[in-house]
């Protein structure tokens, strides 16, 4: 043992040392903005890459950054983004794996800006990342575009100058579900909820049941179930859910746990006493293909996957997104679309008018409030002082399989405008809901 | 009245799948005293390799029932595969160890075959339903169960007895027991002691990979299952008493029922049962309700 | 027969031996000198590097008191519960009743860490090895549980935001005001090792160990070991509180995963690396724990788990009192 030991010392103290140097060595400070065109555009890309969100949102998003990163170097984009890579420049991404908490994401965003020096981050799926990161981005002044994360508080609890967000948030699902559900059902006495007991679940649950509420008082709310995160075993809440016999059954599970939810309910004939609302459907929609149970209403956060628009654009991004990953796109590869093409036709706007290499705050000034095509349709950022993006959302039901696609088809689809599920400006979304969606333009 | 029937039904289901995840850890540890935080991978293992195994079957248009016997024979492939493999490879190195070492050597092998598994069966997702589909269902009042639920109860009552009988009758059972007591005087009556702990093991994660085996058609098998197991699995067997197969059982449906009645009656605090019963239990009985007392050296 | 006492020999068992010197050999000289050289680093560091070095220094607090415990023969698999409660109570009082002076924060930090021990304690020392483990536990679950539920009040899993302090009343910018606030984090970690490295030498102490080794002696003794647990658990209890503080003062974000056991594993993880001998041994692990986590997600991110585990299995396997130990040993030349 002593002779182990002699060994192993010499191995720890050389690695120890090594460790300690690396720590001791100063690089440059700085997150200096370039003034000519710079070689390259470096993009930090911040999504799961591990963990149960991988699969339905971090990957498909990771894919899509890879599709259009290659398409815009190459100039294969369709008009209008017909230039090559961001106002000429090519664009470099740097893949950066969302999962470890928020605590590691904030040590992760500053490791992005001050060691690999990015020249912006498009990033964030999990609400508490996004809202750990954003006030770091204002503080180091890094421009941040957040394309996924669900939470409404971001720009309705502080006015952000560095922080972007290019697509909806989870305000647009619960009442454009809530909505929805009334034009399928209009004589709808009861419902339920079955939602992941954490942020996402609880926000998602609330706004449409208070929407819903608003929209038609006298609803009875039978039950509302709230089982942990990634449990994964749902056999009791469904059995509640059949002794209440709810006319809906709302919920906005997601990724393995809605799935698991859909086979252990599927058999047990849940969706044919109740009308189920998946807010996060069109995920799963290629994933469960035949097993996807009829006269179900499906969500995609938006006019995206399964609901997006027949444009151009869409039948472009769709096509190469099948061709290289041989599945349809969902919608947080849509939403990946929007940041990069937002982001691209800010730069552009912002060297149109400098004339040479745009500073950061000539992008900002150029991004806010600006409207741009995206596969999905024209994205506004609207909010937050120009700073959050509203966009319309759409719902549809299963009918039947459609077995060229090998998903099941949507029937009934009803698109609602922006400004029919979108808070106004200036108002919280909780406040919204409560004084009964004052300027809202609904059909 | 039919609350209570359905409280109870699904309190039994949820307690048979309980007892099966939970069943092999409480088994290492009465015999090895391990710990063993990598149980959970040992589910997920069982879990992936169940829905690999169903998903070819089914694919070869086959008698269907064969997807159940493929998920026995997943459990067992898994056990037999990996058990000797860390129990002589990795866990022999830390017997006679400071137990904690012992916790955190499994720690580590948890957060080895956690990307193990990942890159050998990568982030997508795996469904293995038709298992799931084969048994019709079953009618209780309002409520529908599928057919499947009560082939998990029989599952676990089956392993359960089989278990027991085989700790109690057979001759090899008898020398684990013994072992179990009092390795030193095993090993001076001649008790072959690392067949014994390989053996064990090897059991033991066979039973782990059962677990995850007969969840697989139930669930979409993801990466990220072992983390959520391994918490419930160590409040059923701290519950229950460590080592003790009758307290897993118990335990299983102590936790199983209340779970069920929150469910049903208050759903805000069902997030909280499981910690509050465990905390519950070893305040009364900090073994556990079948553990035994340890005695201290003087 | 009990096979976990009788089997473990002395050497497998990570504890300070009783040298007749304090249990931290390290030399004043020592401490003075990497005192310095923290301080130093403050002005002289990448900015990112810094704000891992402050992470690391508050991780290095909490392992602090939960070496303590392990010299009293306790692991505690939930100092999540005081990091996360002390990180939270920091959160609330900027949130809810706009106390932004760091040295108001941290002791009011430490105070409601130290409430939760005297309740927890109360049931946890009464349980020894790995039952201790599991109730230490199963309290920082419940207040994982609690922190999602309750989530009006805070904000479940997205958490609270922890705004800028102001140092002294000196309200600096944000860019600042995480330089400050590193300052902080090494001014209560030297608080800290000189008030450990005392107690060490103490009959305190010692009591402890000797608790370790045979509790039941030291009752015969005639020394109330309730007591002393309670006491050493309360310890470990507000370093942790001191430590979630900091982290969440760097971090600028509490959330409840502060609370899950991962984290608390995480702290056990780091207390083996460094190991239980001498007070710089949890610092030098935080240190190295922290940096090899942000290289591994740096250059293996589809396998960083693995990375870890496969760091951790050689280090627990042949290094048991940590890697501190030998290279202090060897620099200082102390003999065994």
Sequence with gaps: ?443 | MSTAITIAVDGLVFASWLFLVSVGLTLIYGVLRILNIAHGSLYALGAYSAATLVIAWSGRDLWPGGTLLALLVAGAVVGVAAGPLIERGVLRWTYGRDPVLQLLVTFALFLILEDAVKLLWGTSPYYAYQPYRLLGQVAVGPVVYPGYSFLLLGVAVAAGVALWLFLARSRFGRLVVAVIHDPEMGTALGINLTRVYVLTFSLGAALAALGGAVTAPMISVVPGIAVEVIVVAFAVVVVGGLGSLPGAALGALLIGVVRAAAVHLFPAVELFTIYLVMAGVLWLRPQGLFGGVEARRL | MNREASAVPPEAVPVARATGRPAAPAGRLLLLGLLAALLLLGWGLPRWLNFLLTLALAKGLVVLGLVLLMRAGLVSFGQGLFFAAAAYAAAFAIKLWGVREAFLLLPLGMAAAAALAVLTGLLAARYRAIFFAMLTLAFSMVLYGLLIKAYPLTGGSDGLRVAVPTVLGYAPDPQRARVLVYYLAVGAVAAAVSLVRRQAGSCFGYLTQAIRDNEVRVEYLGVPVRRAVLAVYLEGAVLAGAGGVLAALAVGHVDPNLAYWTTSGEFVFIALLGGAEGVLAPLAGAVLYEVVKAYAFKYTPYAWQMVMGLVMLPIILFLPSGLWAPLERRWLRVRE
């Design chain 1, 1 to 443: 043992m002593a002779r182990r030991k002699g060994h192993t010392w010499r191995w720890t103290e050389m690695l120890a040392t090594a460790l300690l140097l690396l720590l001791a060595v100063p690089a440059w400070l700085g997150t200096g903005t370039g003034a000519p065109a710079p070689r390259e555009l470096r993009v930090g890309i911040v999504t799961f890459l591990s963990g149960p969100a991988a699969a339905p949102f971090g990957i498909p998003a990771r894919n899509a950054a890879e599709l259009l990163v290659e398409a815009l170097n190459a100039g294969r984009v369709p008009a209008p983004y017909t230039q090559r890579g961001v106002a000429g420049v090519p664009v470099r991404a740097i893949y950066v794996d969302e999962a470890g908490g928020a605590e590691k994401q904030v040590a992760e965003f500053r490791r992005l800006v001050l060691d690999e020096r990015v020249d912006l981050v498009i990033g964030y799926i999990s609400s508490a990342d996004c809202l750990a990161v954003a006030p770091v981005a204002e503080e180091l002044r890094a421009l941040l575009v957040m394309f996924d994360c669900g939470t409404n508080q971001i720009f309705e609890e502080r006015a952000y100058r560095y922080v972007f967000r290019t697509h909806g948030h989870q305000i647009l699902d619960s009442v454009g579900a809530a909505r929805y559900i009334l034009r399928l059902r209009p004589n709808l006495a009861t419902i339920a909820g079955i939602n992941q007991n954490y942020a996402w679940g609880q926000d998602s649950w609330s706004a449409f049941r208070d929407a819903v509420l608003k929209l038609k008082p006298g609803v009875r709310v039978v039950t509302e179930q709230f089982p942990r995160l990634f449990a994964g075993e749902y056999s009791a809440e469904i059995s509640a859910l059949q002794a209440q016999r709810p006319e809906v059954v709302h919920t906005s599970f997601w990724g393995g746990d809605l799935e698991s939810f859909l086979i252990q309910s599927l058999p047990r004939g849940l969706y044919s006493q109740s009308t189920l609302v998946l807010t996060t459907g069109d995920t799963v929609l290629p994933r469960l293909g035949r097993d996807m149970p009829p006269g179900v209403v499906v969500g995609a956060r938006g006019p995206h996957g399964a609901l997006a628009p027949n444009t151009g654009l869409n039948r472009w991004f769709k096509n190469a997104y099948t061709e290289r990953f041989q599945v349809r796109p969902v919608y947080p590869a849509y939403h990946l679309a929007q940041a990069v093409l937002g982001v691209k036709t800010a730069y552009e706007r912002a060297q149109a008018r400098s004339g040479g290499w745009p500073t950061r705050e000539q992008v900002i000034a150029a991004f806010e409030g600006i409207t741009f095509e995206t596969p999905s349709g024209p994205i506004r950022m609207a909010l937050g002082r120009g700073h959050q993006a509203i966009e319309p959302v759409a719902y549809g039901v299963t009918s039947r399989y459609n077995a060229a696609t090998k998903e099941y088809d949507l029937a009934r689809v009803i698109v609602f405008p922006a400004e029919c599920v979108n808070p106004p400006e200036g108002m919280t979304s909780a406040e919204w809901i409560a004084r009964g969606f004052p300027q809202a333009r609904c059909p």
